[in-house]
């Protein structure tokens, strides 16, 4: 019989029932390589005029702006969600609240390399590309219209039009809803009990170690307790922190050793899968030093299994993350 | 420039942003018929033993059990989620909480007709199913470890494994996350106003018109101001109402009339469209009288447009609810 079981940090239900017919459905994933690109690569270099102006550059010292010789490059994305520029005129709208889309939507460019993944990264380059997102968080917050940072990566995307390795940067004047249910969460749960939630997580998931998937001197990857999707992982600070702006440099070094890895691994086991990953860190303005944790969500996209979620958002998982955290603690 | 627009219920930020380049995807809509069945339909009249015993079933009367001659019958499903029998066994598990997945999953099979879908459906067929989901509804709610009700329909459904036209019925000891976020949020506002927040947003919708879809004497279909995907609509009884088995005999006949419009304009506007019809209703054991109002919403199955949304929940949204209302409004 399948099992309801409830996330700590958010109180969501959700149904792990590895007894589900539909289960081989949630091994396989989407195909990757993407189609290849109508035209030239506009993330490219020597194509660096195809893009906005860009923002920052890590490069060769000769280099000079919007010119190629870049490491790893940001620039306003070619279709934002939001703009940086203009005024919110925040206004009711009869019984309803609505505001202009401003907000700051960069790319980063993580590597010069076209074919390549995080999986083939050097390591140095991933560090090039953690440091990227640090120092674009330092700067965003400095923005006081912006209430909260997201940095979004689609590994291997075969939905994606730009097949070059990039990753989203979005500087928000909200907090995303995801993000939010979770900050109440573990405002509730520090409220209780004077502890943070994902503190209480990882102490437990690193002693039983039954879904742990890996650790180093800094992080850990755990399959969460109540995995909505088949592979969920998370990958936190071992030590409570609630700002990825904090991280230290030799954290950093760390971090880009483990993330490599789980791009590797997630390959051996998944064959390679389109995933996503998506940074969950404190927004700007609001105290959540002591209740909050931040941390990657990493998700591979394999098939739907069952057709719930949409609106009611039940969540059913055929994938134990026992399982799950098994099968990927021996490839890592 | 987009719009970050919030659904007063939720509190739930939304970018709805028509300049997106990506908008042409969201008019792509899952391809309908499904494939063939491989072998027999379960749900076909004459295949009665391929399904699990029927829990109760409308037709002719001189008519047996698990036999031909039924209009709408009600079993298992097939793949439950969860299990009638057996204990919850609520435990902890270290820091978490689990209980085994007991529940009831049935479908309700909505006619003989094996190609018939609602666009197509007698008035008649529609009120059957209508009623069979109001005594579904009643019947359930006398098992008390059950907590909420879910009633969700996939209209079109190429992904179903069960192209005969079906829902599904589940008996939750648990609120879905997405329903208590709803519930959570209409709480806080009837705390504050001491009104139904949908009752405000009815009230404003059907003297603005400019969301509105279609009225009749005893409902309203509306696009929802911070509508979180292409052309969804939420259909709601005009009068407050927090619990769907309440619903009066004439307001049946009544929604079955504008069901069927709704599918058949769906058909028009969008060229059959796969999408999600689900019941929202007050959970059973809670007092929500006052503050929560039943509805149904329909969530056409259009491509996903950014990819954002997984865990963070960052909707976006190329078609404006206005505009959606404009072009479903004018084929119904």
């Known amino acids: 019989m399948g099992e309801l079981r ?130 674009r968080s330092l700067d965003l917050r400095l923005d006081e219209r912006f209430r909260s940072l997201i940095i979004m990566k689609n590994h291997a995307d075969a939905a994606s039009i730009l097949s070059h390795p990039h990753s989203h940067v979005l500087a928000l004047p909200f907090v995303p809803f995801g993000i939010e249910e979770e900050l109440r969460g573990c405002r509730e749960f520090y409220a209780r009990k004077e502890r943070c939630a994902f503190c209480d997580i990882i102490l437990h998931e690193r002693v039983s170690r039954v879904r742990r998937v890996a650790e180093t001197d800094h992080f850990v990857v755990l399959a969460p307790f109540a995995s909505r999707f088949p592979f969920e992982t998370w990958l936190l600070p071992i030590r409570h922190a609630s700002d990825f702006g904090k991280l230290g440099d030799k954290e950093l070094v760390d971090l880009a050793w483990l993330v490599k890895r789980m791009m590797q691994m997630l390959g051996k086991v998944l064959g390679n899968p389109s995933c996503t990953i998506v940074l969950h860190s404190a927004p700007f303005d609001e105290p959540h030093t002591h209740d909050y944790h931040w941390h990657f969500e990493i998700i591979p996209k394999t098939a739907p299994v069952a057709a719930f979620g949409l609106g009611e958002r039940l969540f059913v998982n055929p994938i134990p993350p026992e399982k799950a955290a098994a099968l990927m603690g021996q490839q890592i």
């Open 6 to 135: 409830r996330d700590p940090v958010t109180n969501r239900w959700v149904v792990i029932d590895p007894e589900r017919p539909d289960r081989e459905a949630a091994l396989k994933v989407e195909a990757w390589p993407p189609p290849p690109l109508p035209g030239p690569c506009p993330l490219c270099p020597g194509n660096e005029s195809m893009t906005p102006p860009e923002i920052i550059a890590f490069g060769e010292p000769t280099r000079q702006r919007n010119q190629a010789g870049w490491w790893v490059r940001v620039t306003p994305d070619l279709q934002p969600l939001c703009r940086i520029e203009g005024d919110f005129d925040r206004r009711p709208e009869g019984p309803f609240d609505v505001m202009n889309a401003l907000g700051a939507h960069e790319i980063v460019i993580e590597s010069p390399e076209h074919q390549s993944t995080w999986a083939d990264f050097p390591e140095q380059q991933l560090e090039r590309v953690l440091r990227m997102y640090r120092m």
